[in-house]
């Protein structure tokens, strides 16, 4: 009889145990479910602003271009912060780590970036060339080529940009879904482990 108590003992403690392990483990995905959605979501909004930022330094480049001469140092000095943000968010979203992998970039996002026919790094570099030769030229814009900051090649700029977000928005996704799975799994065994101890534990002692 004692034997049979001291077993008991043990497989309640270590039903304990390993409940309280899944329940921990739980609660580690939760948060760090949490905390991927936050720094995707700051991601995700970086990539959508650079559509906008796409969209502002085209208005303040034809701005500098065909206003008044008297209004172009106000436009100059707005294209030059539109340029500063959209680069510094370009250079965010291609960060990398200190092994030389892309901290935001997964496969399908590297090929729209570099991989042709999109090949969007290249573009938007060329994009901000555009805009910083504009900047640098302060009086004659006979050299500057115009065609950049017209709506059929700045749409097909948008169109790149909009689905490198679509991207992000998709493996943001895949990330969620593969931790919420997981922790289903986790919330599955651990109504296991009970129903175990049930059957294991609490109901020999019945006897």
């Known amino acids: 009889m ?3 108590v001291v077993d008991i003992r043990k497989r309640y403690r270590w039903g304990l145990l390993a409940i309280a392990i899944l329940i921990s483990v739980s609660v580690s995905l939760m948060q760090y479910l949490l905390y991927i959605q936050k720094g995707d979501a700051q991601v995700i909004n970086i990539a959508g602003k650079q559509r906008m930022l796409s969209q502002k ?10 206003e008044p001469s008297g209004q172009t140092q106000q436009h100059r000095m707005l294209l030059q912060h539109a340029v500063e943000q959209f680069v510094a968010g370009h250079q965010f979203l291609l960060q990398k780590d200190s092994s030389g992998q892309f901290l935001y970039l997964n496969d399908a996002l590297k090929a729209h970036y570099f991989s042709s026919p999109t090949q969007l790094d290249l573009h938007v570099k ?4 555009k805009a910083q030769q504009l900047l640098n030229n ?16 700045l749409e097909a700029l948008l169109t790149k940009l909009d689905q490198a977000v679509k991207l992000l928005e998709q493996k943001s996704v895949q990330k969620v879904t593969f931790l919420a799975v997981l922790e289903l799994l986790f919330w599955l065994t651990t109504i296991a482990l009970l129903v175990a101890e049930l059957f294991f534990i609490f109901k020999p002692m019945e006897k």
Do not use: H, P
């Not at 060329?126 to 060339?129: H, L, M, R, V």
């Open 57 to 66: 330094i085209a208005l303040d480049g034809n701005a500098v271009i065909f």
């Open 138 to 153: 302060t009086d004659d814009f006979a050299y500057v080529d115009r065609s950049t900051f017209v709506s059929n090649q």
């Open 126 to 129: 060329q994009y901000i060339s």
């Open 2 to 4: 004692l034997d049979l």
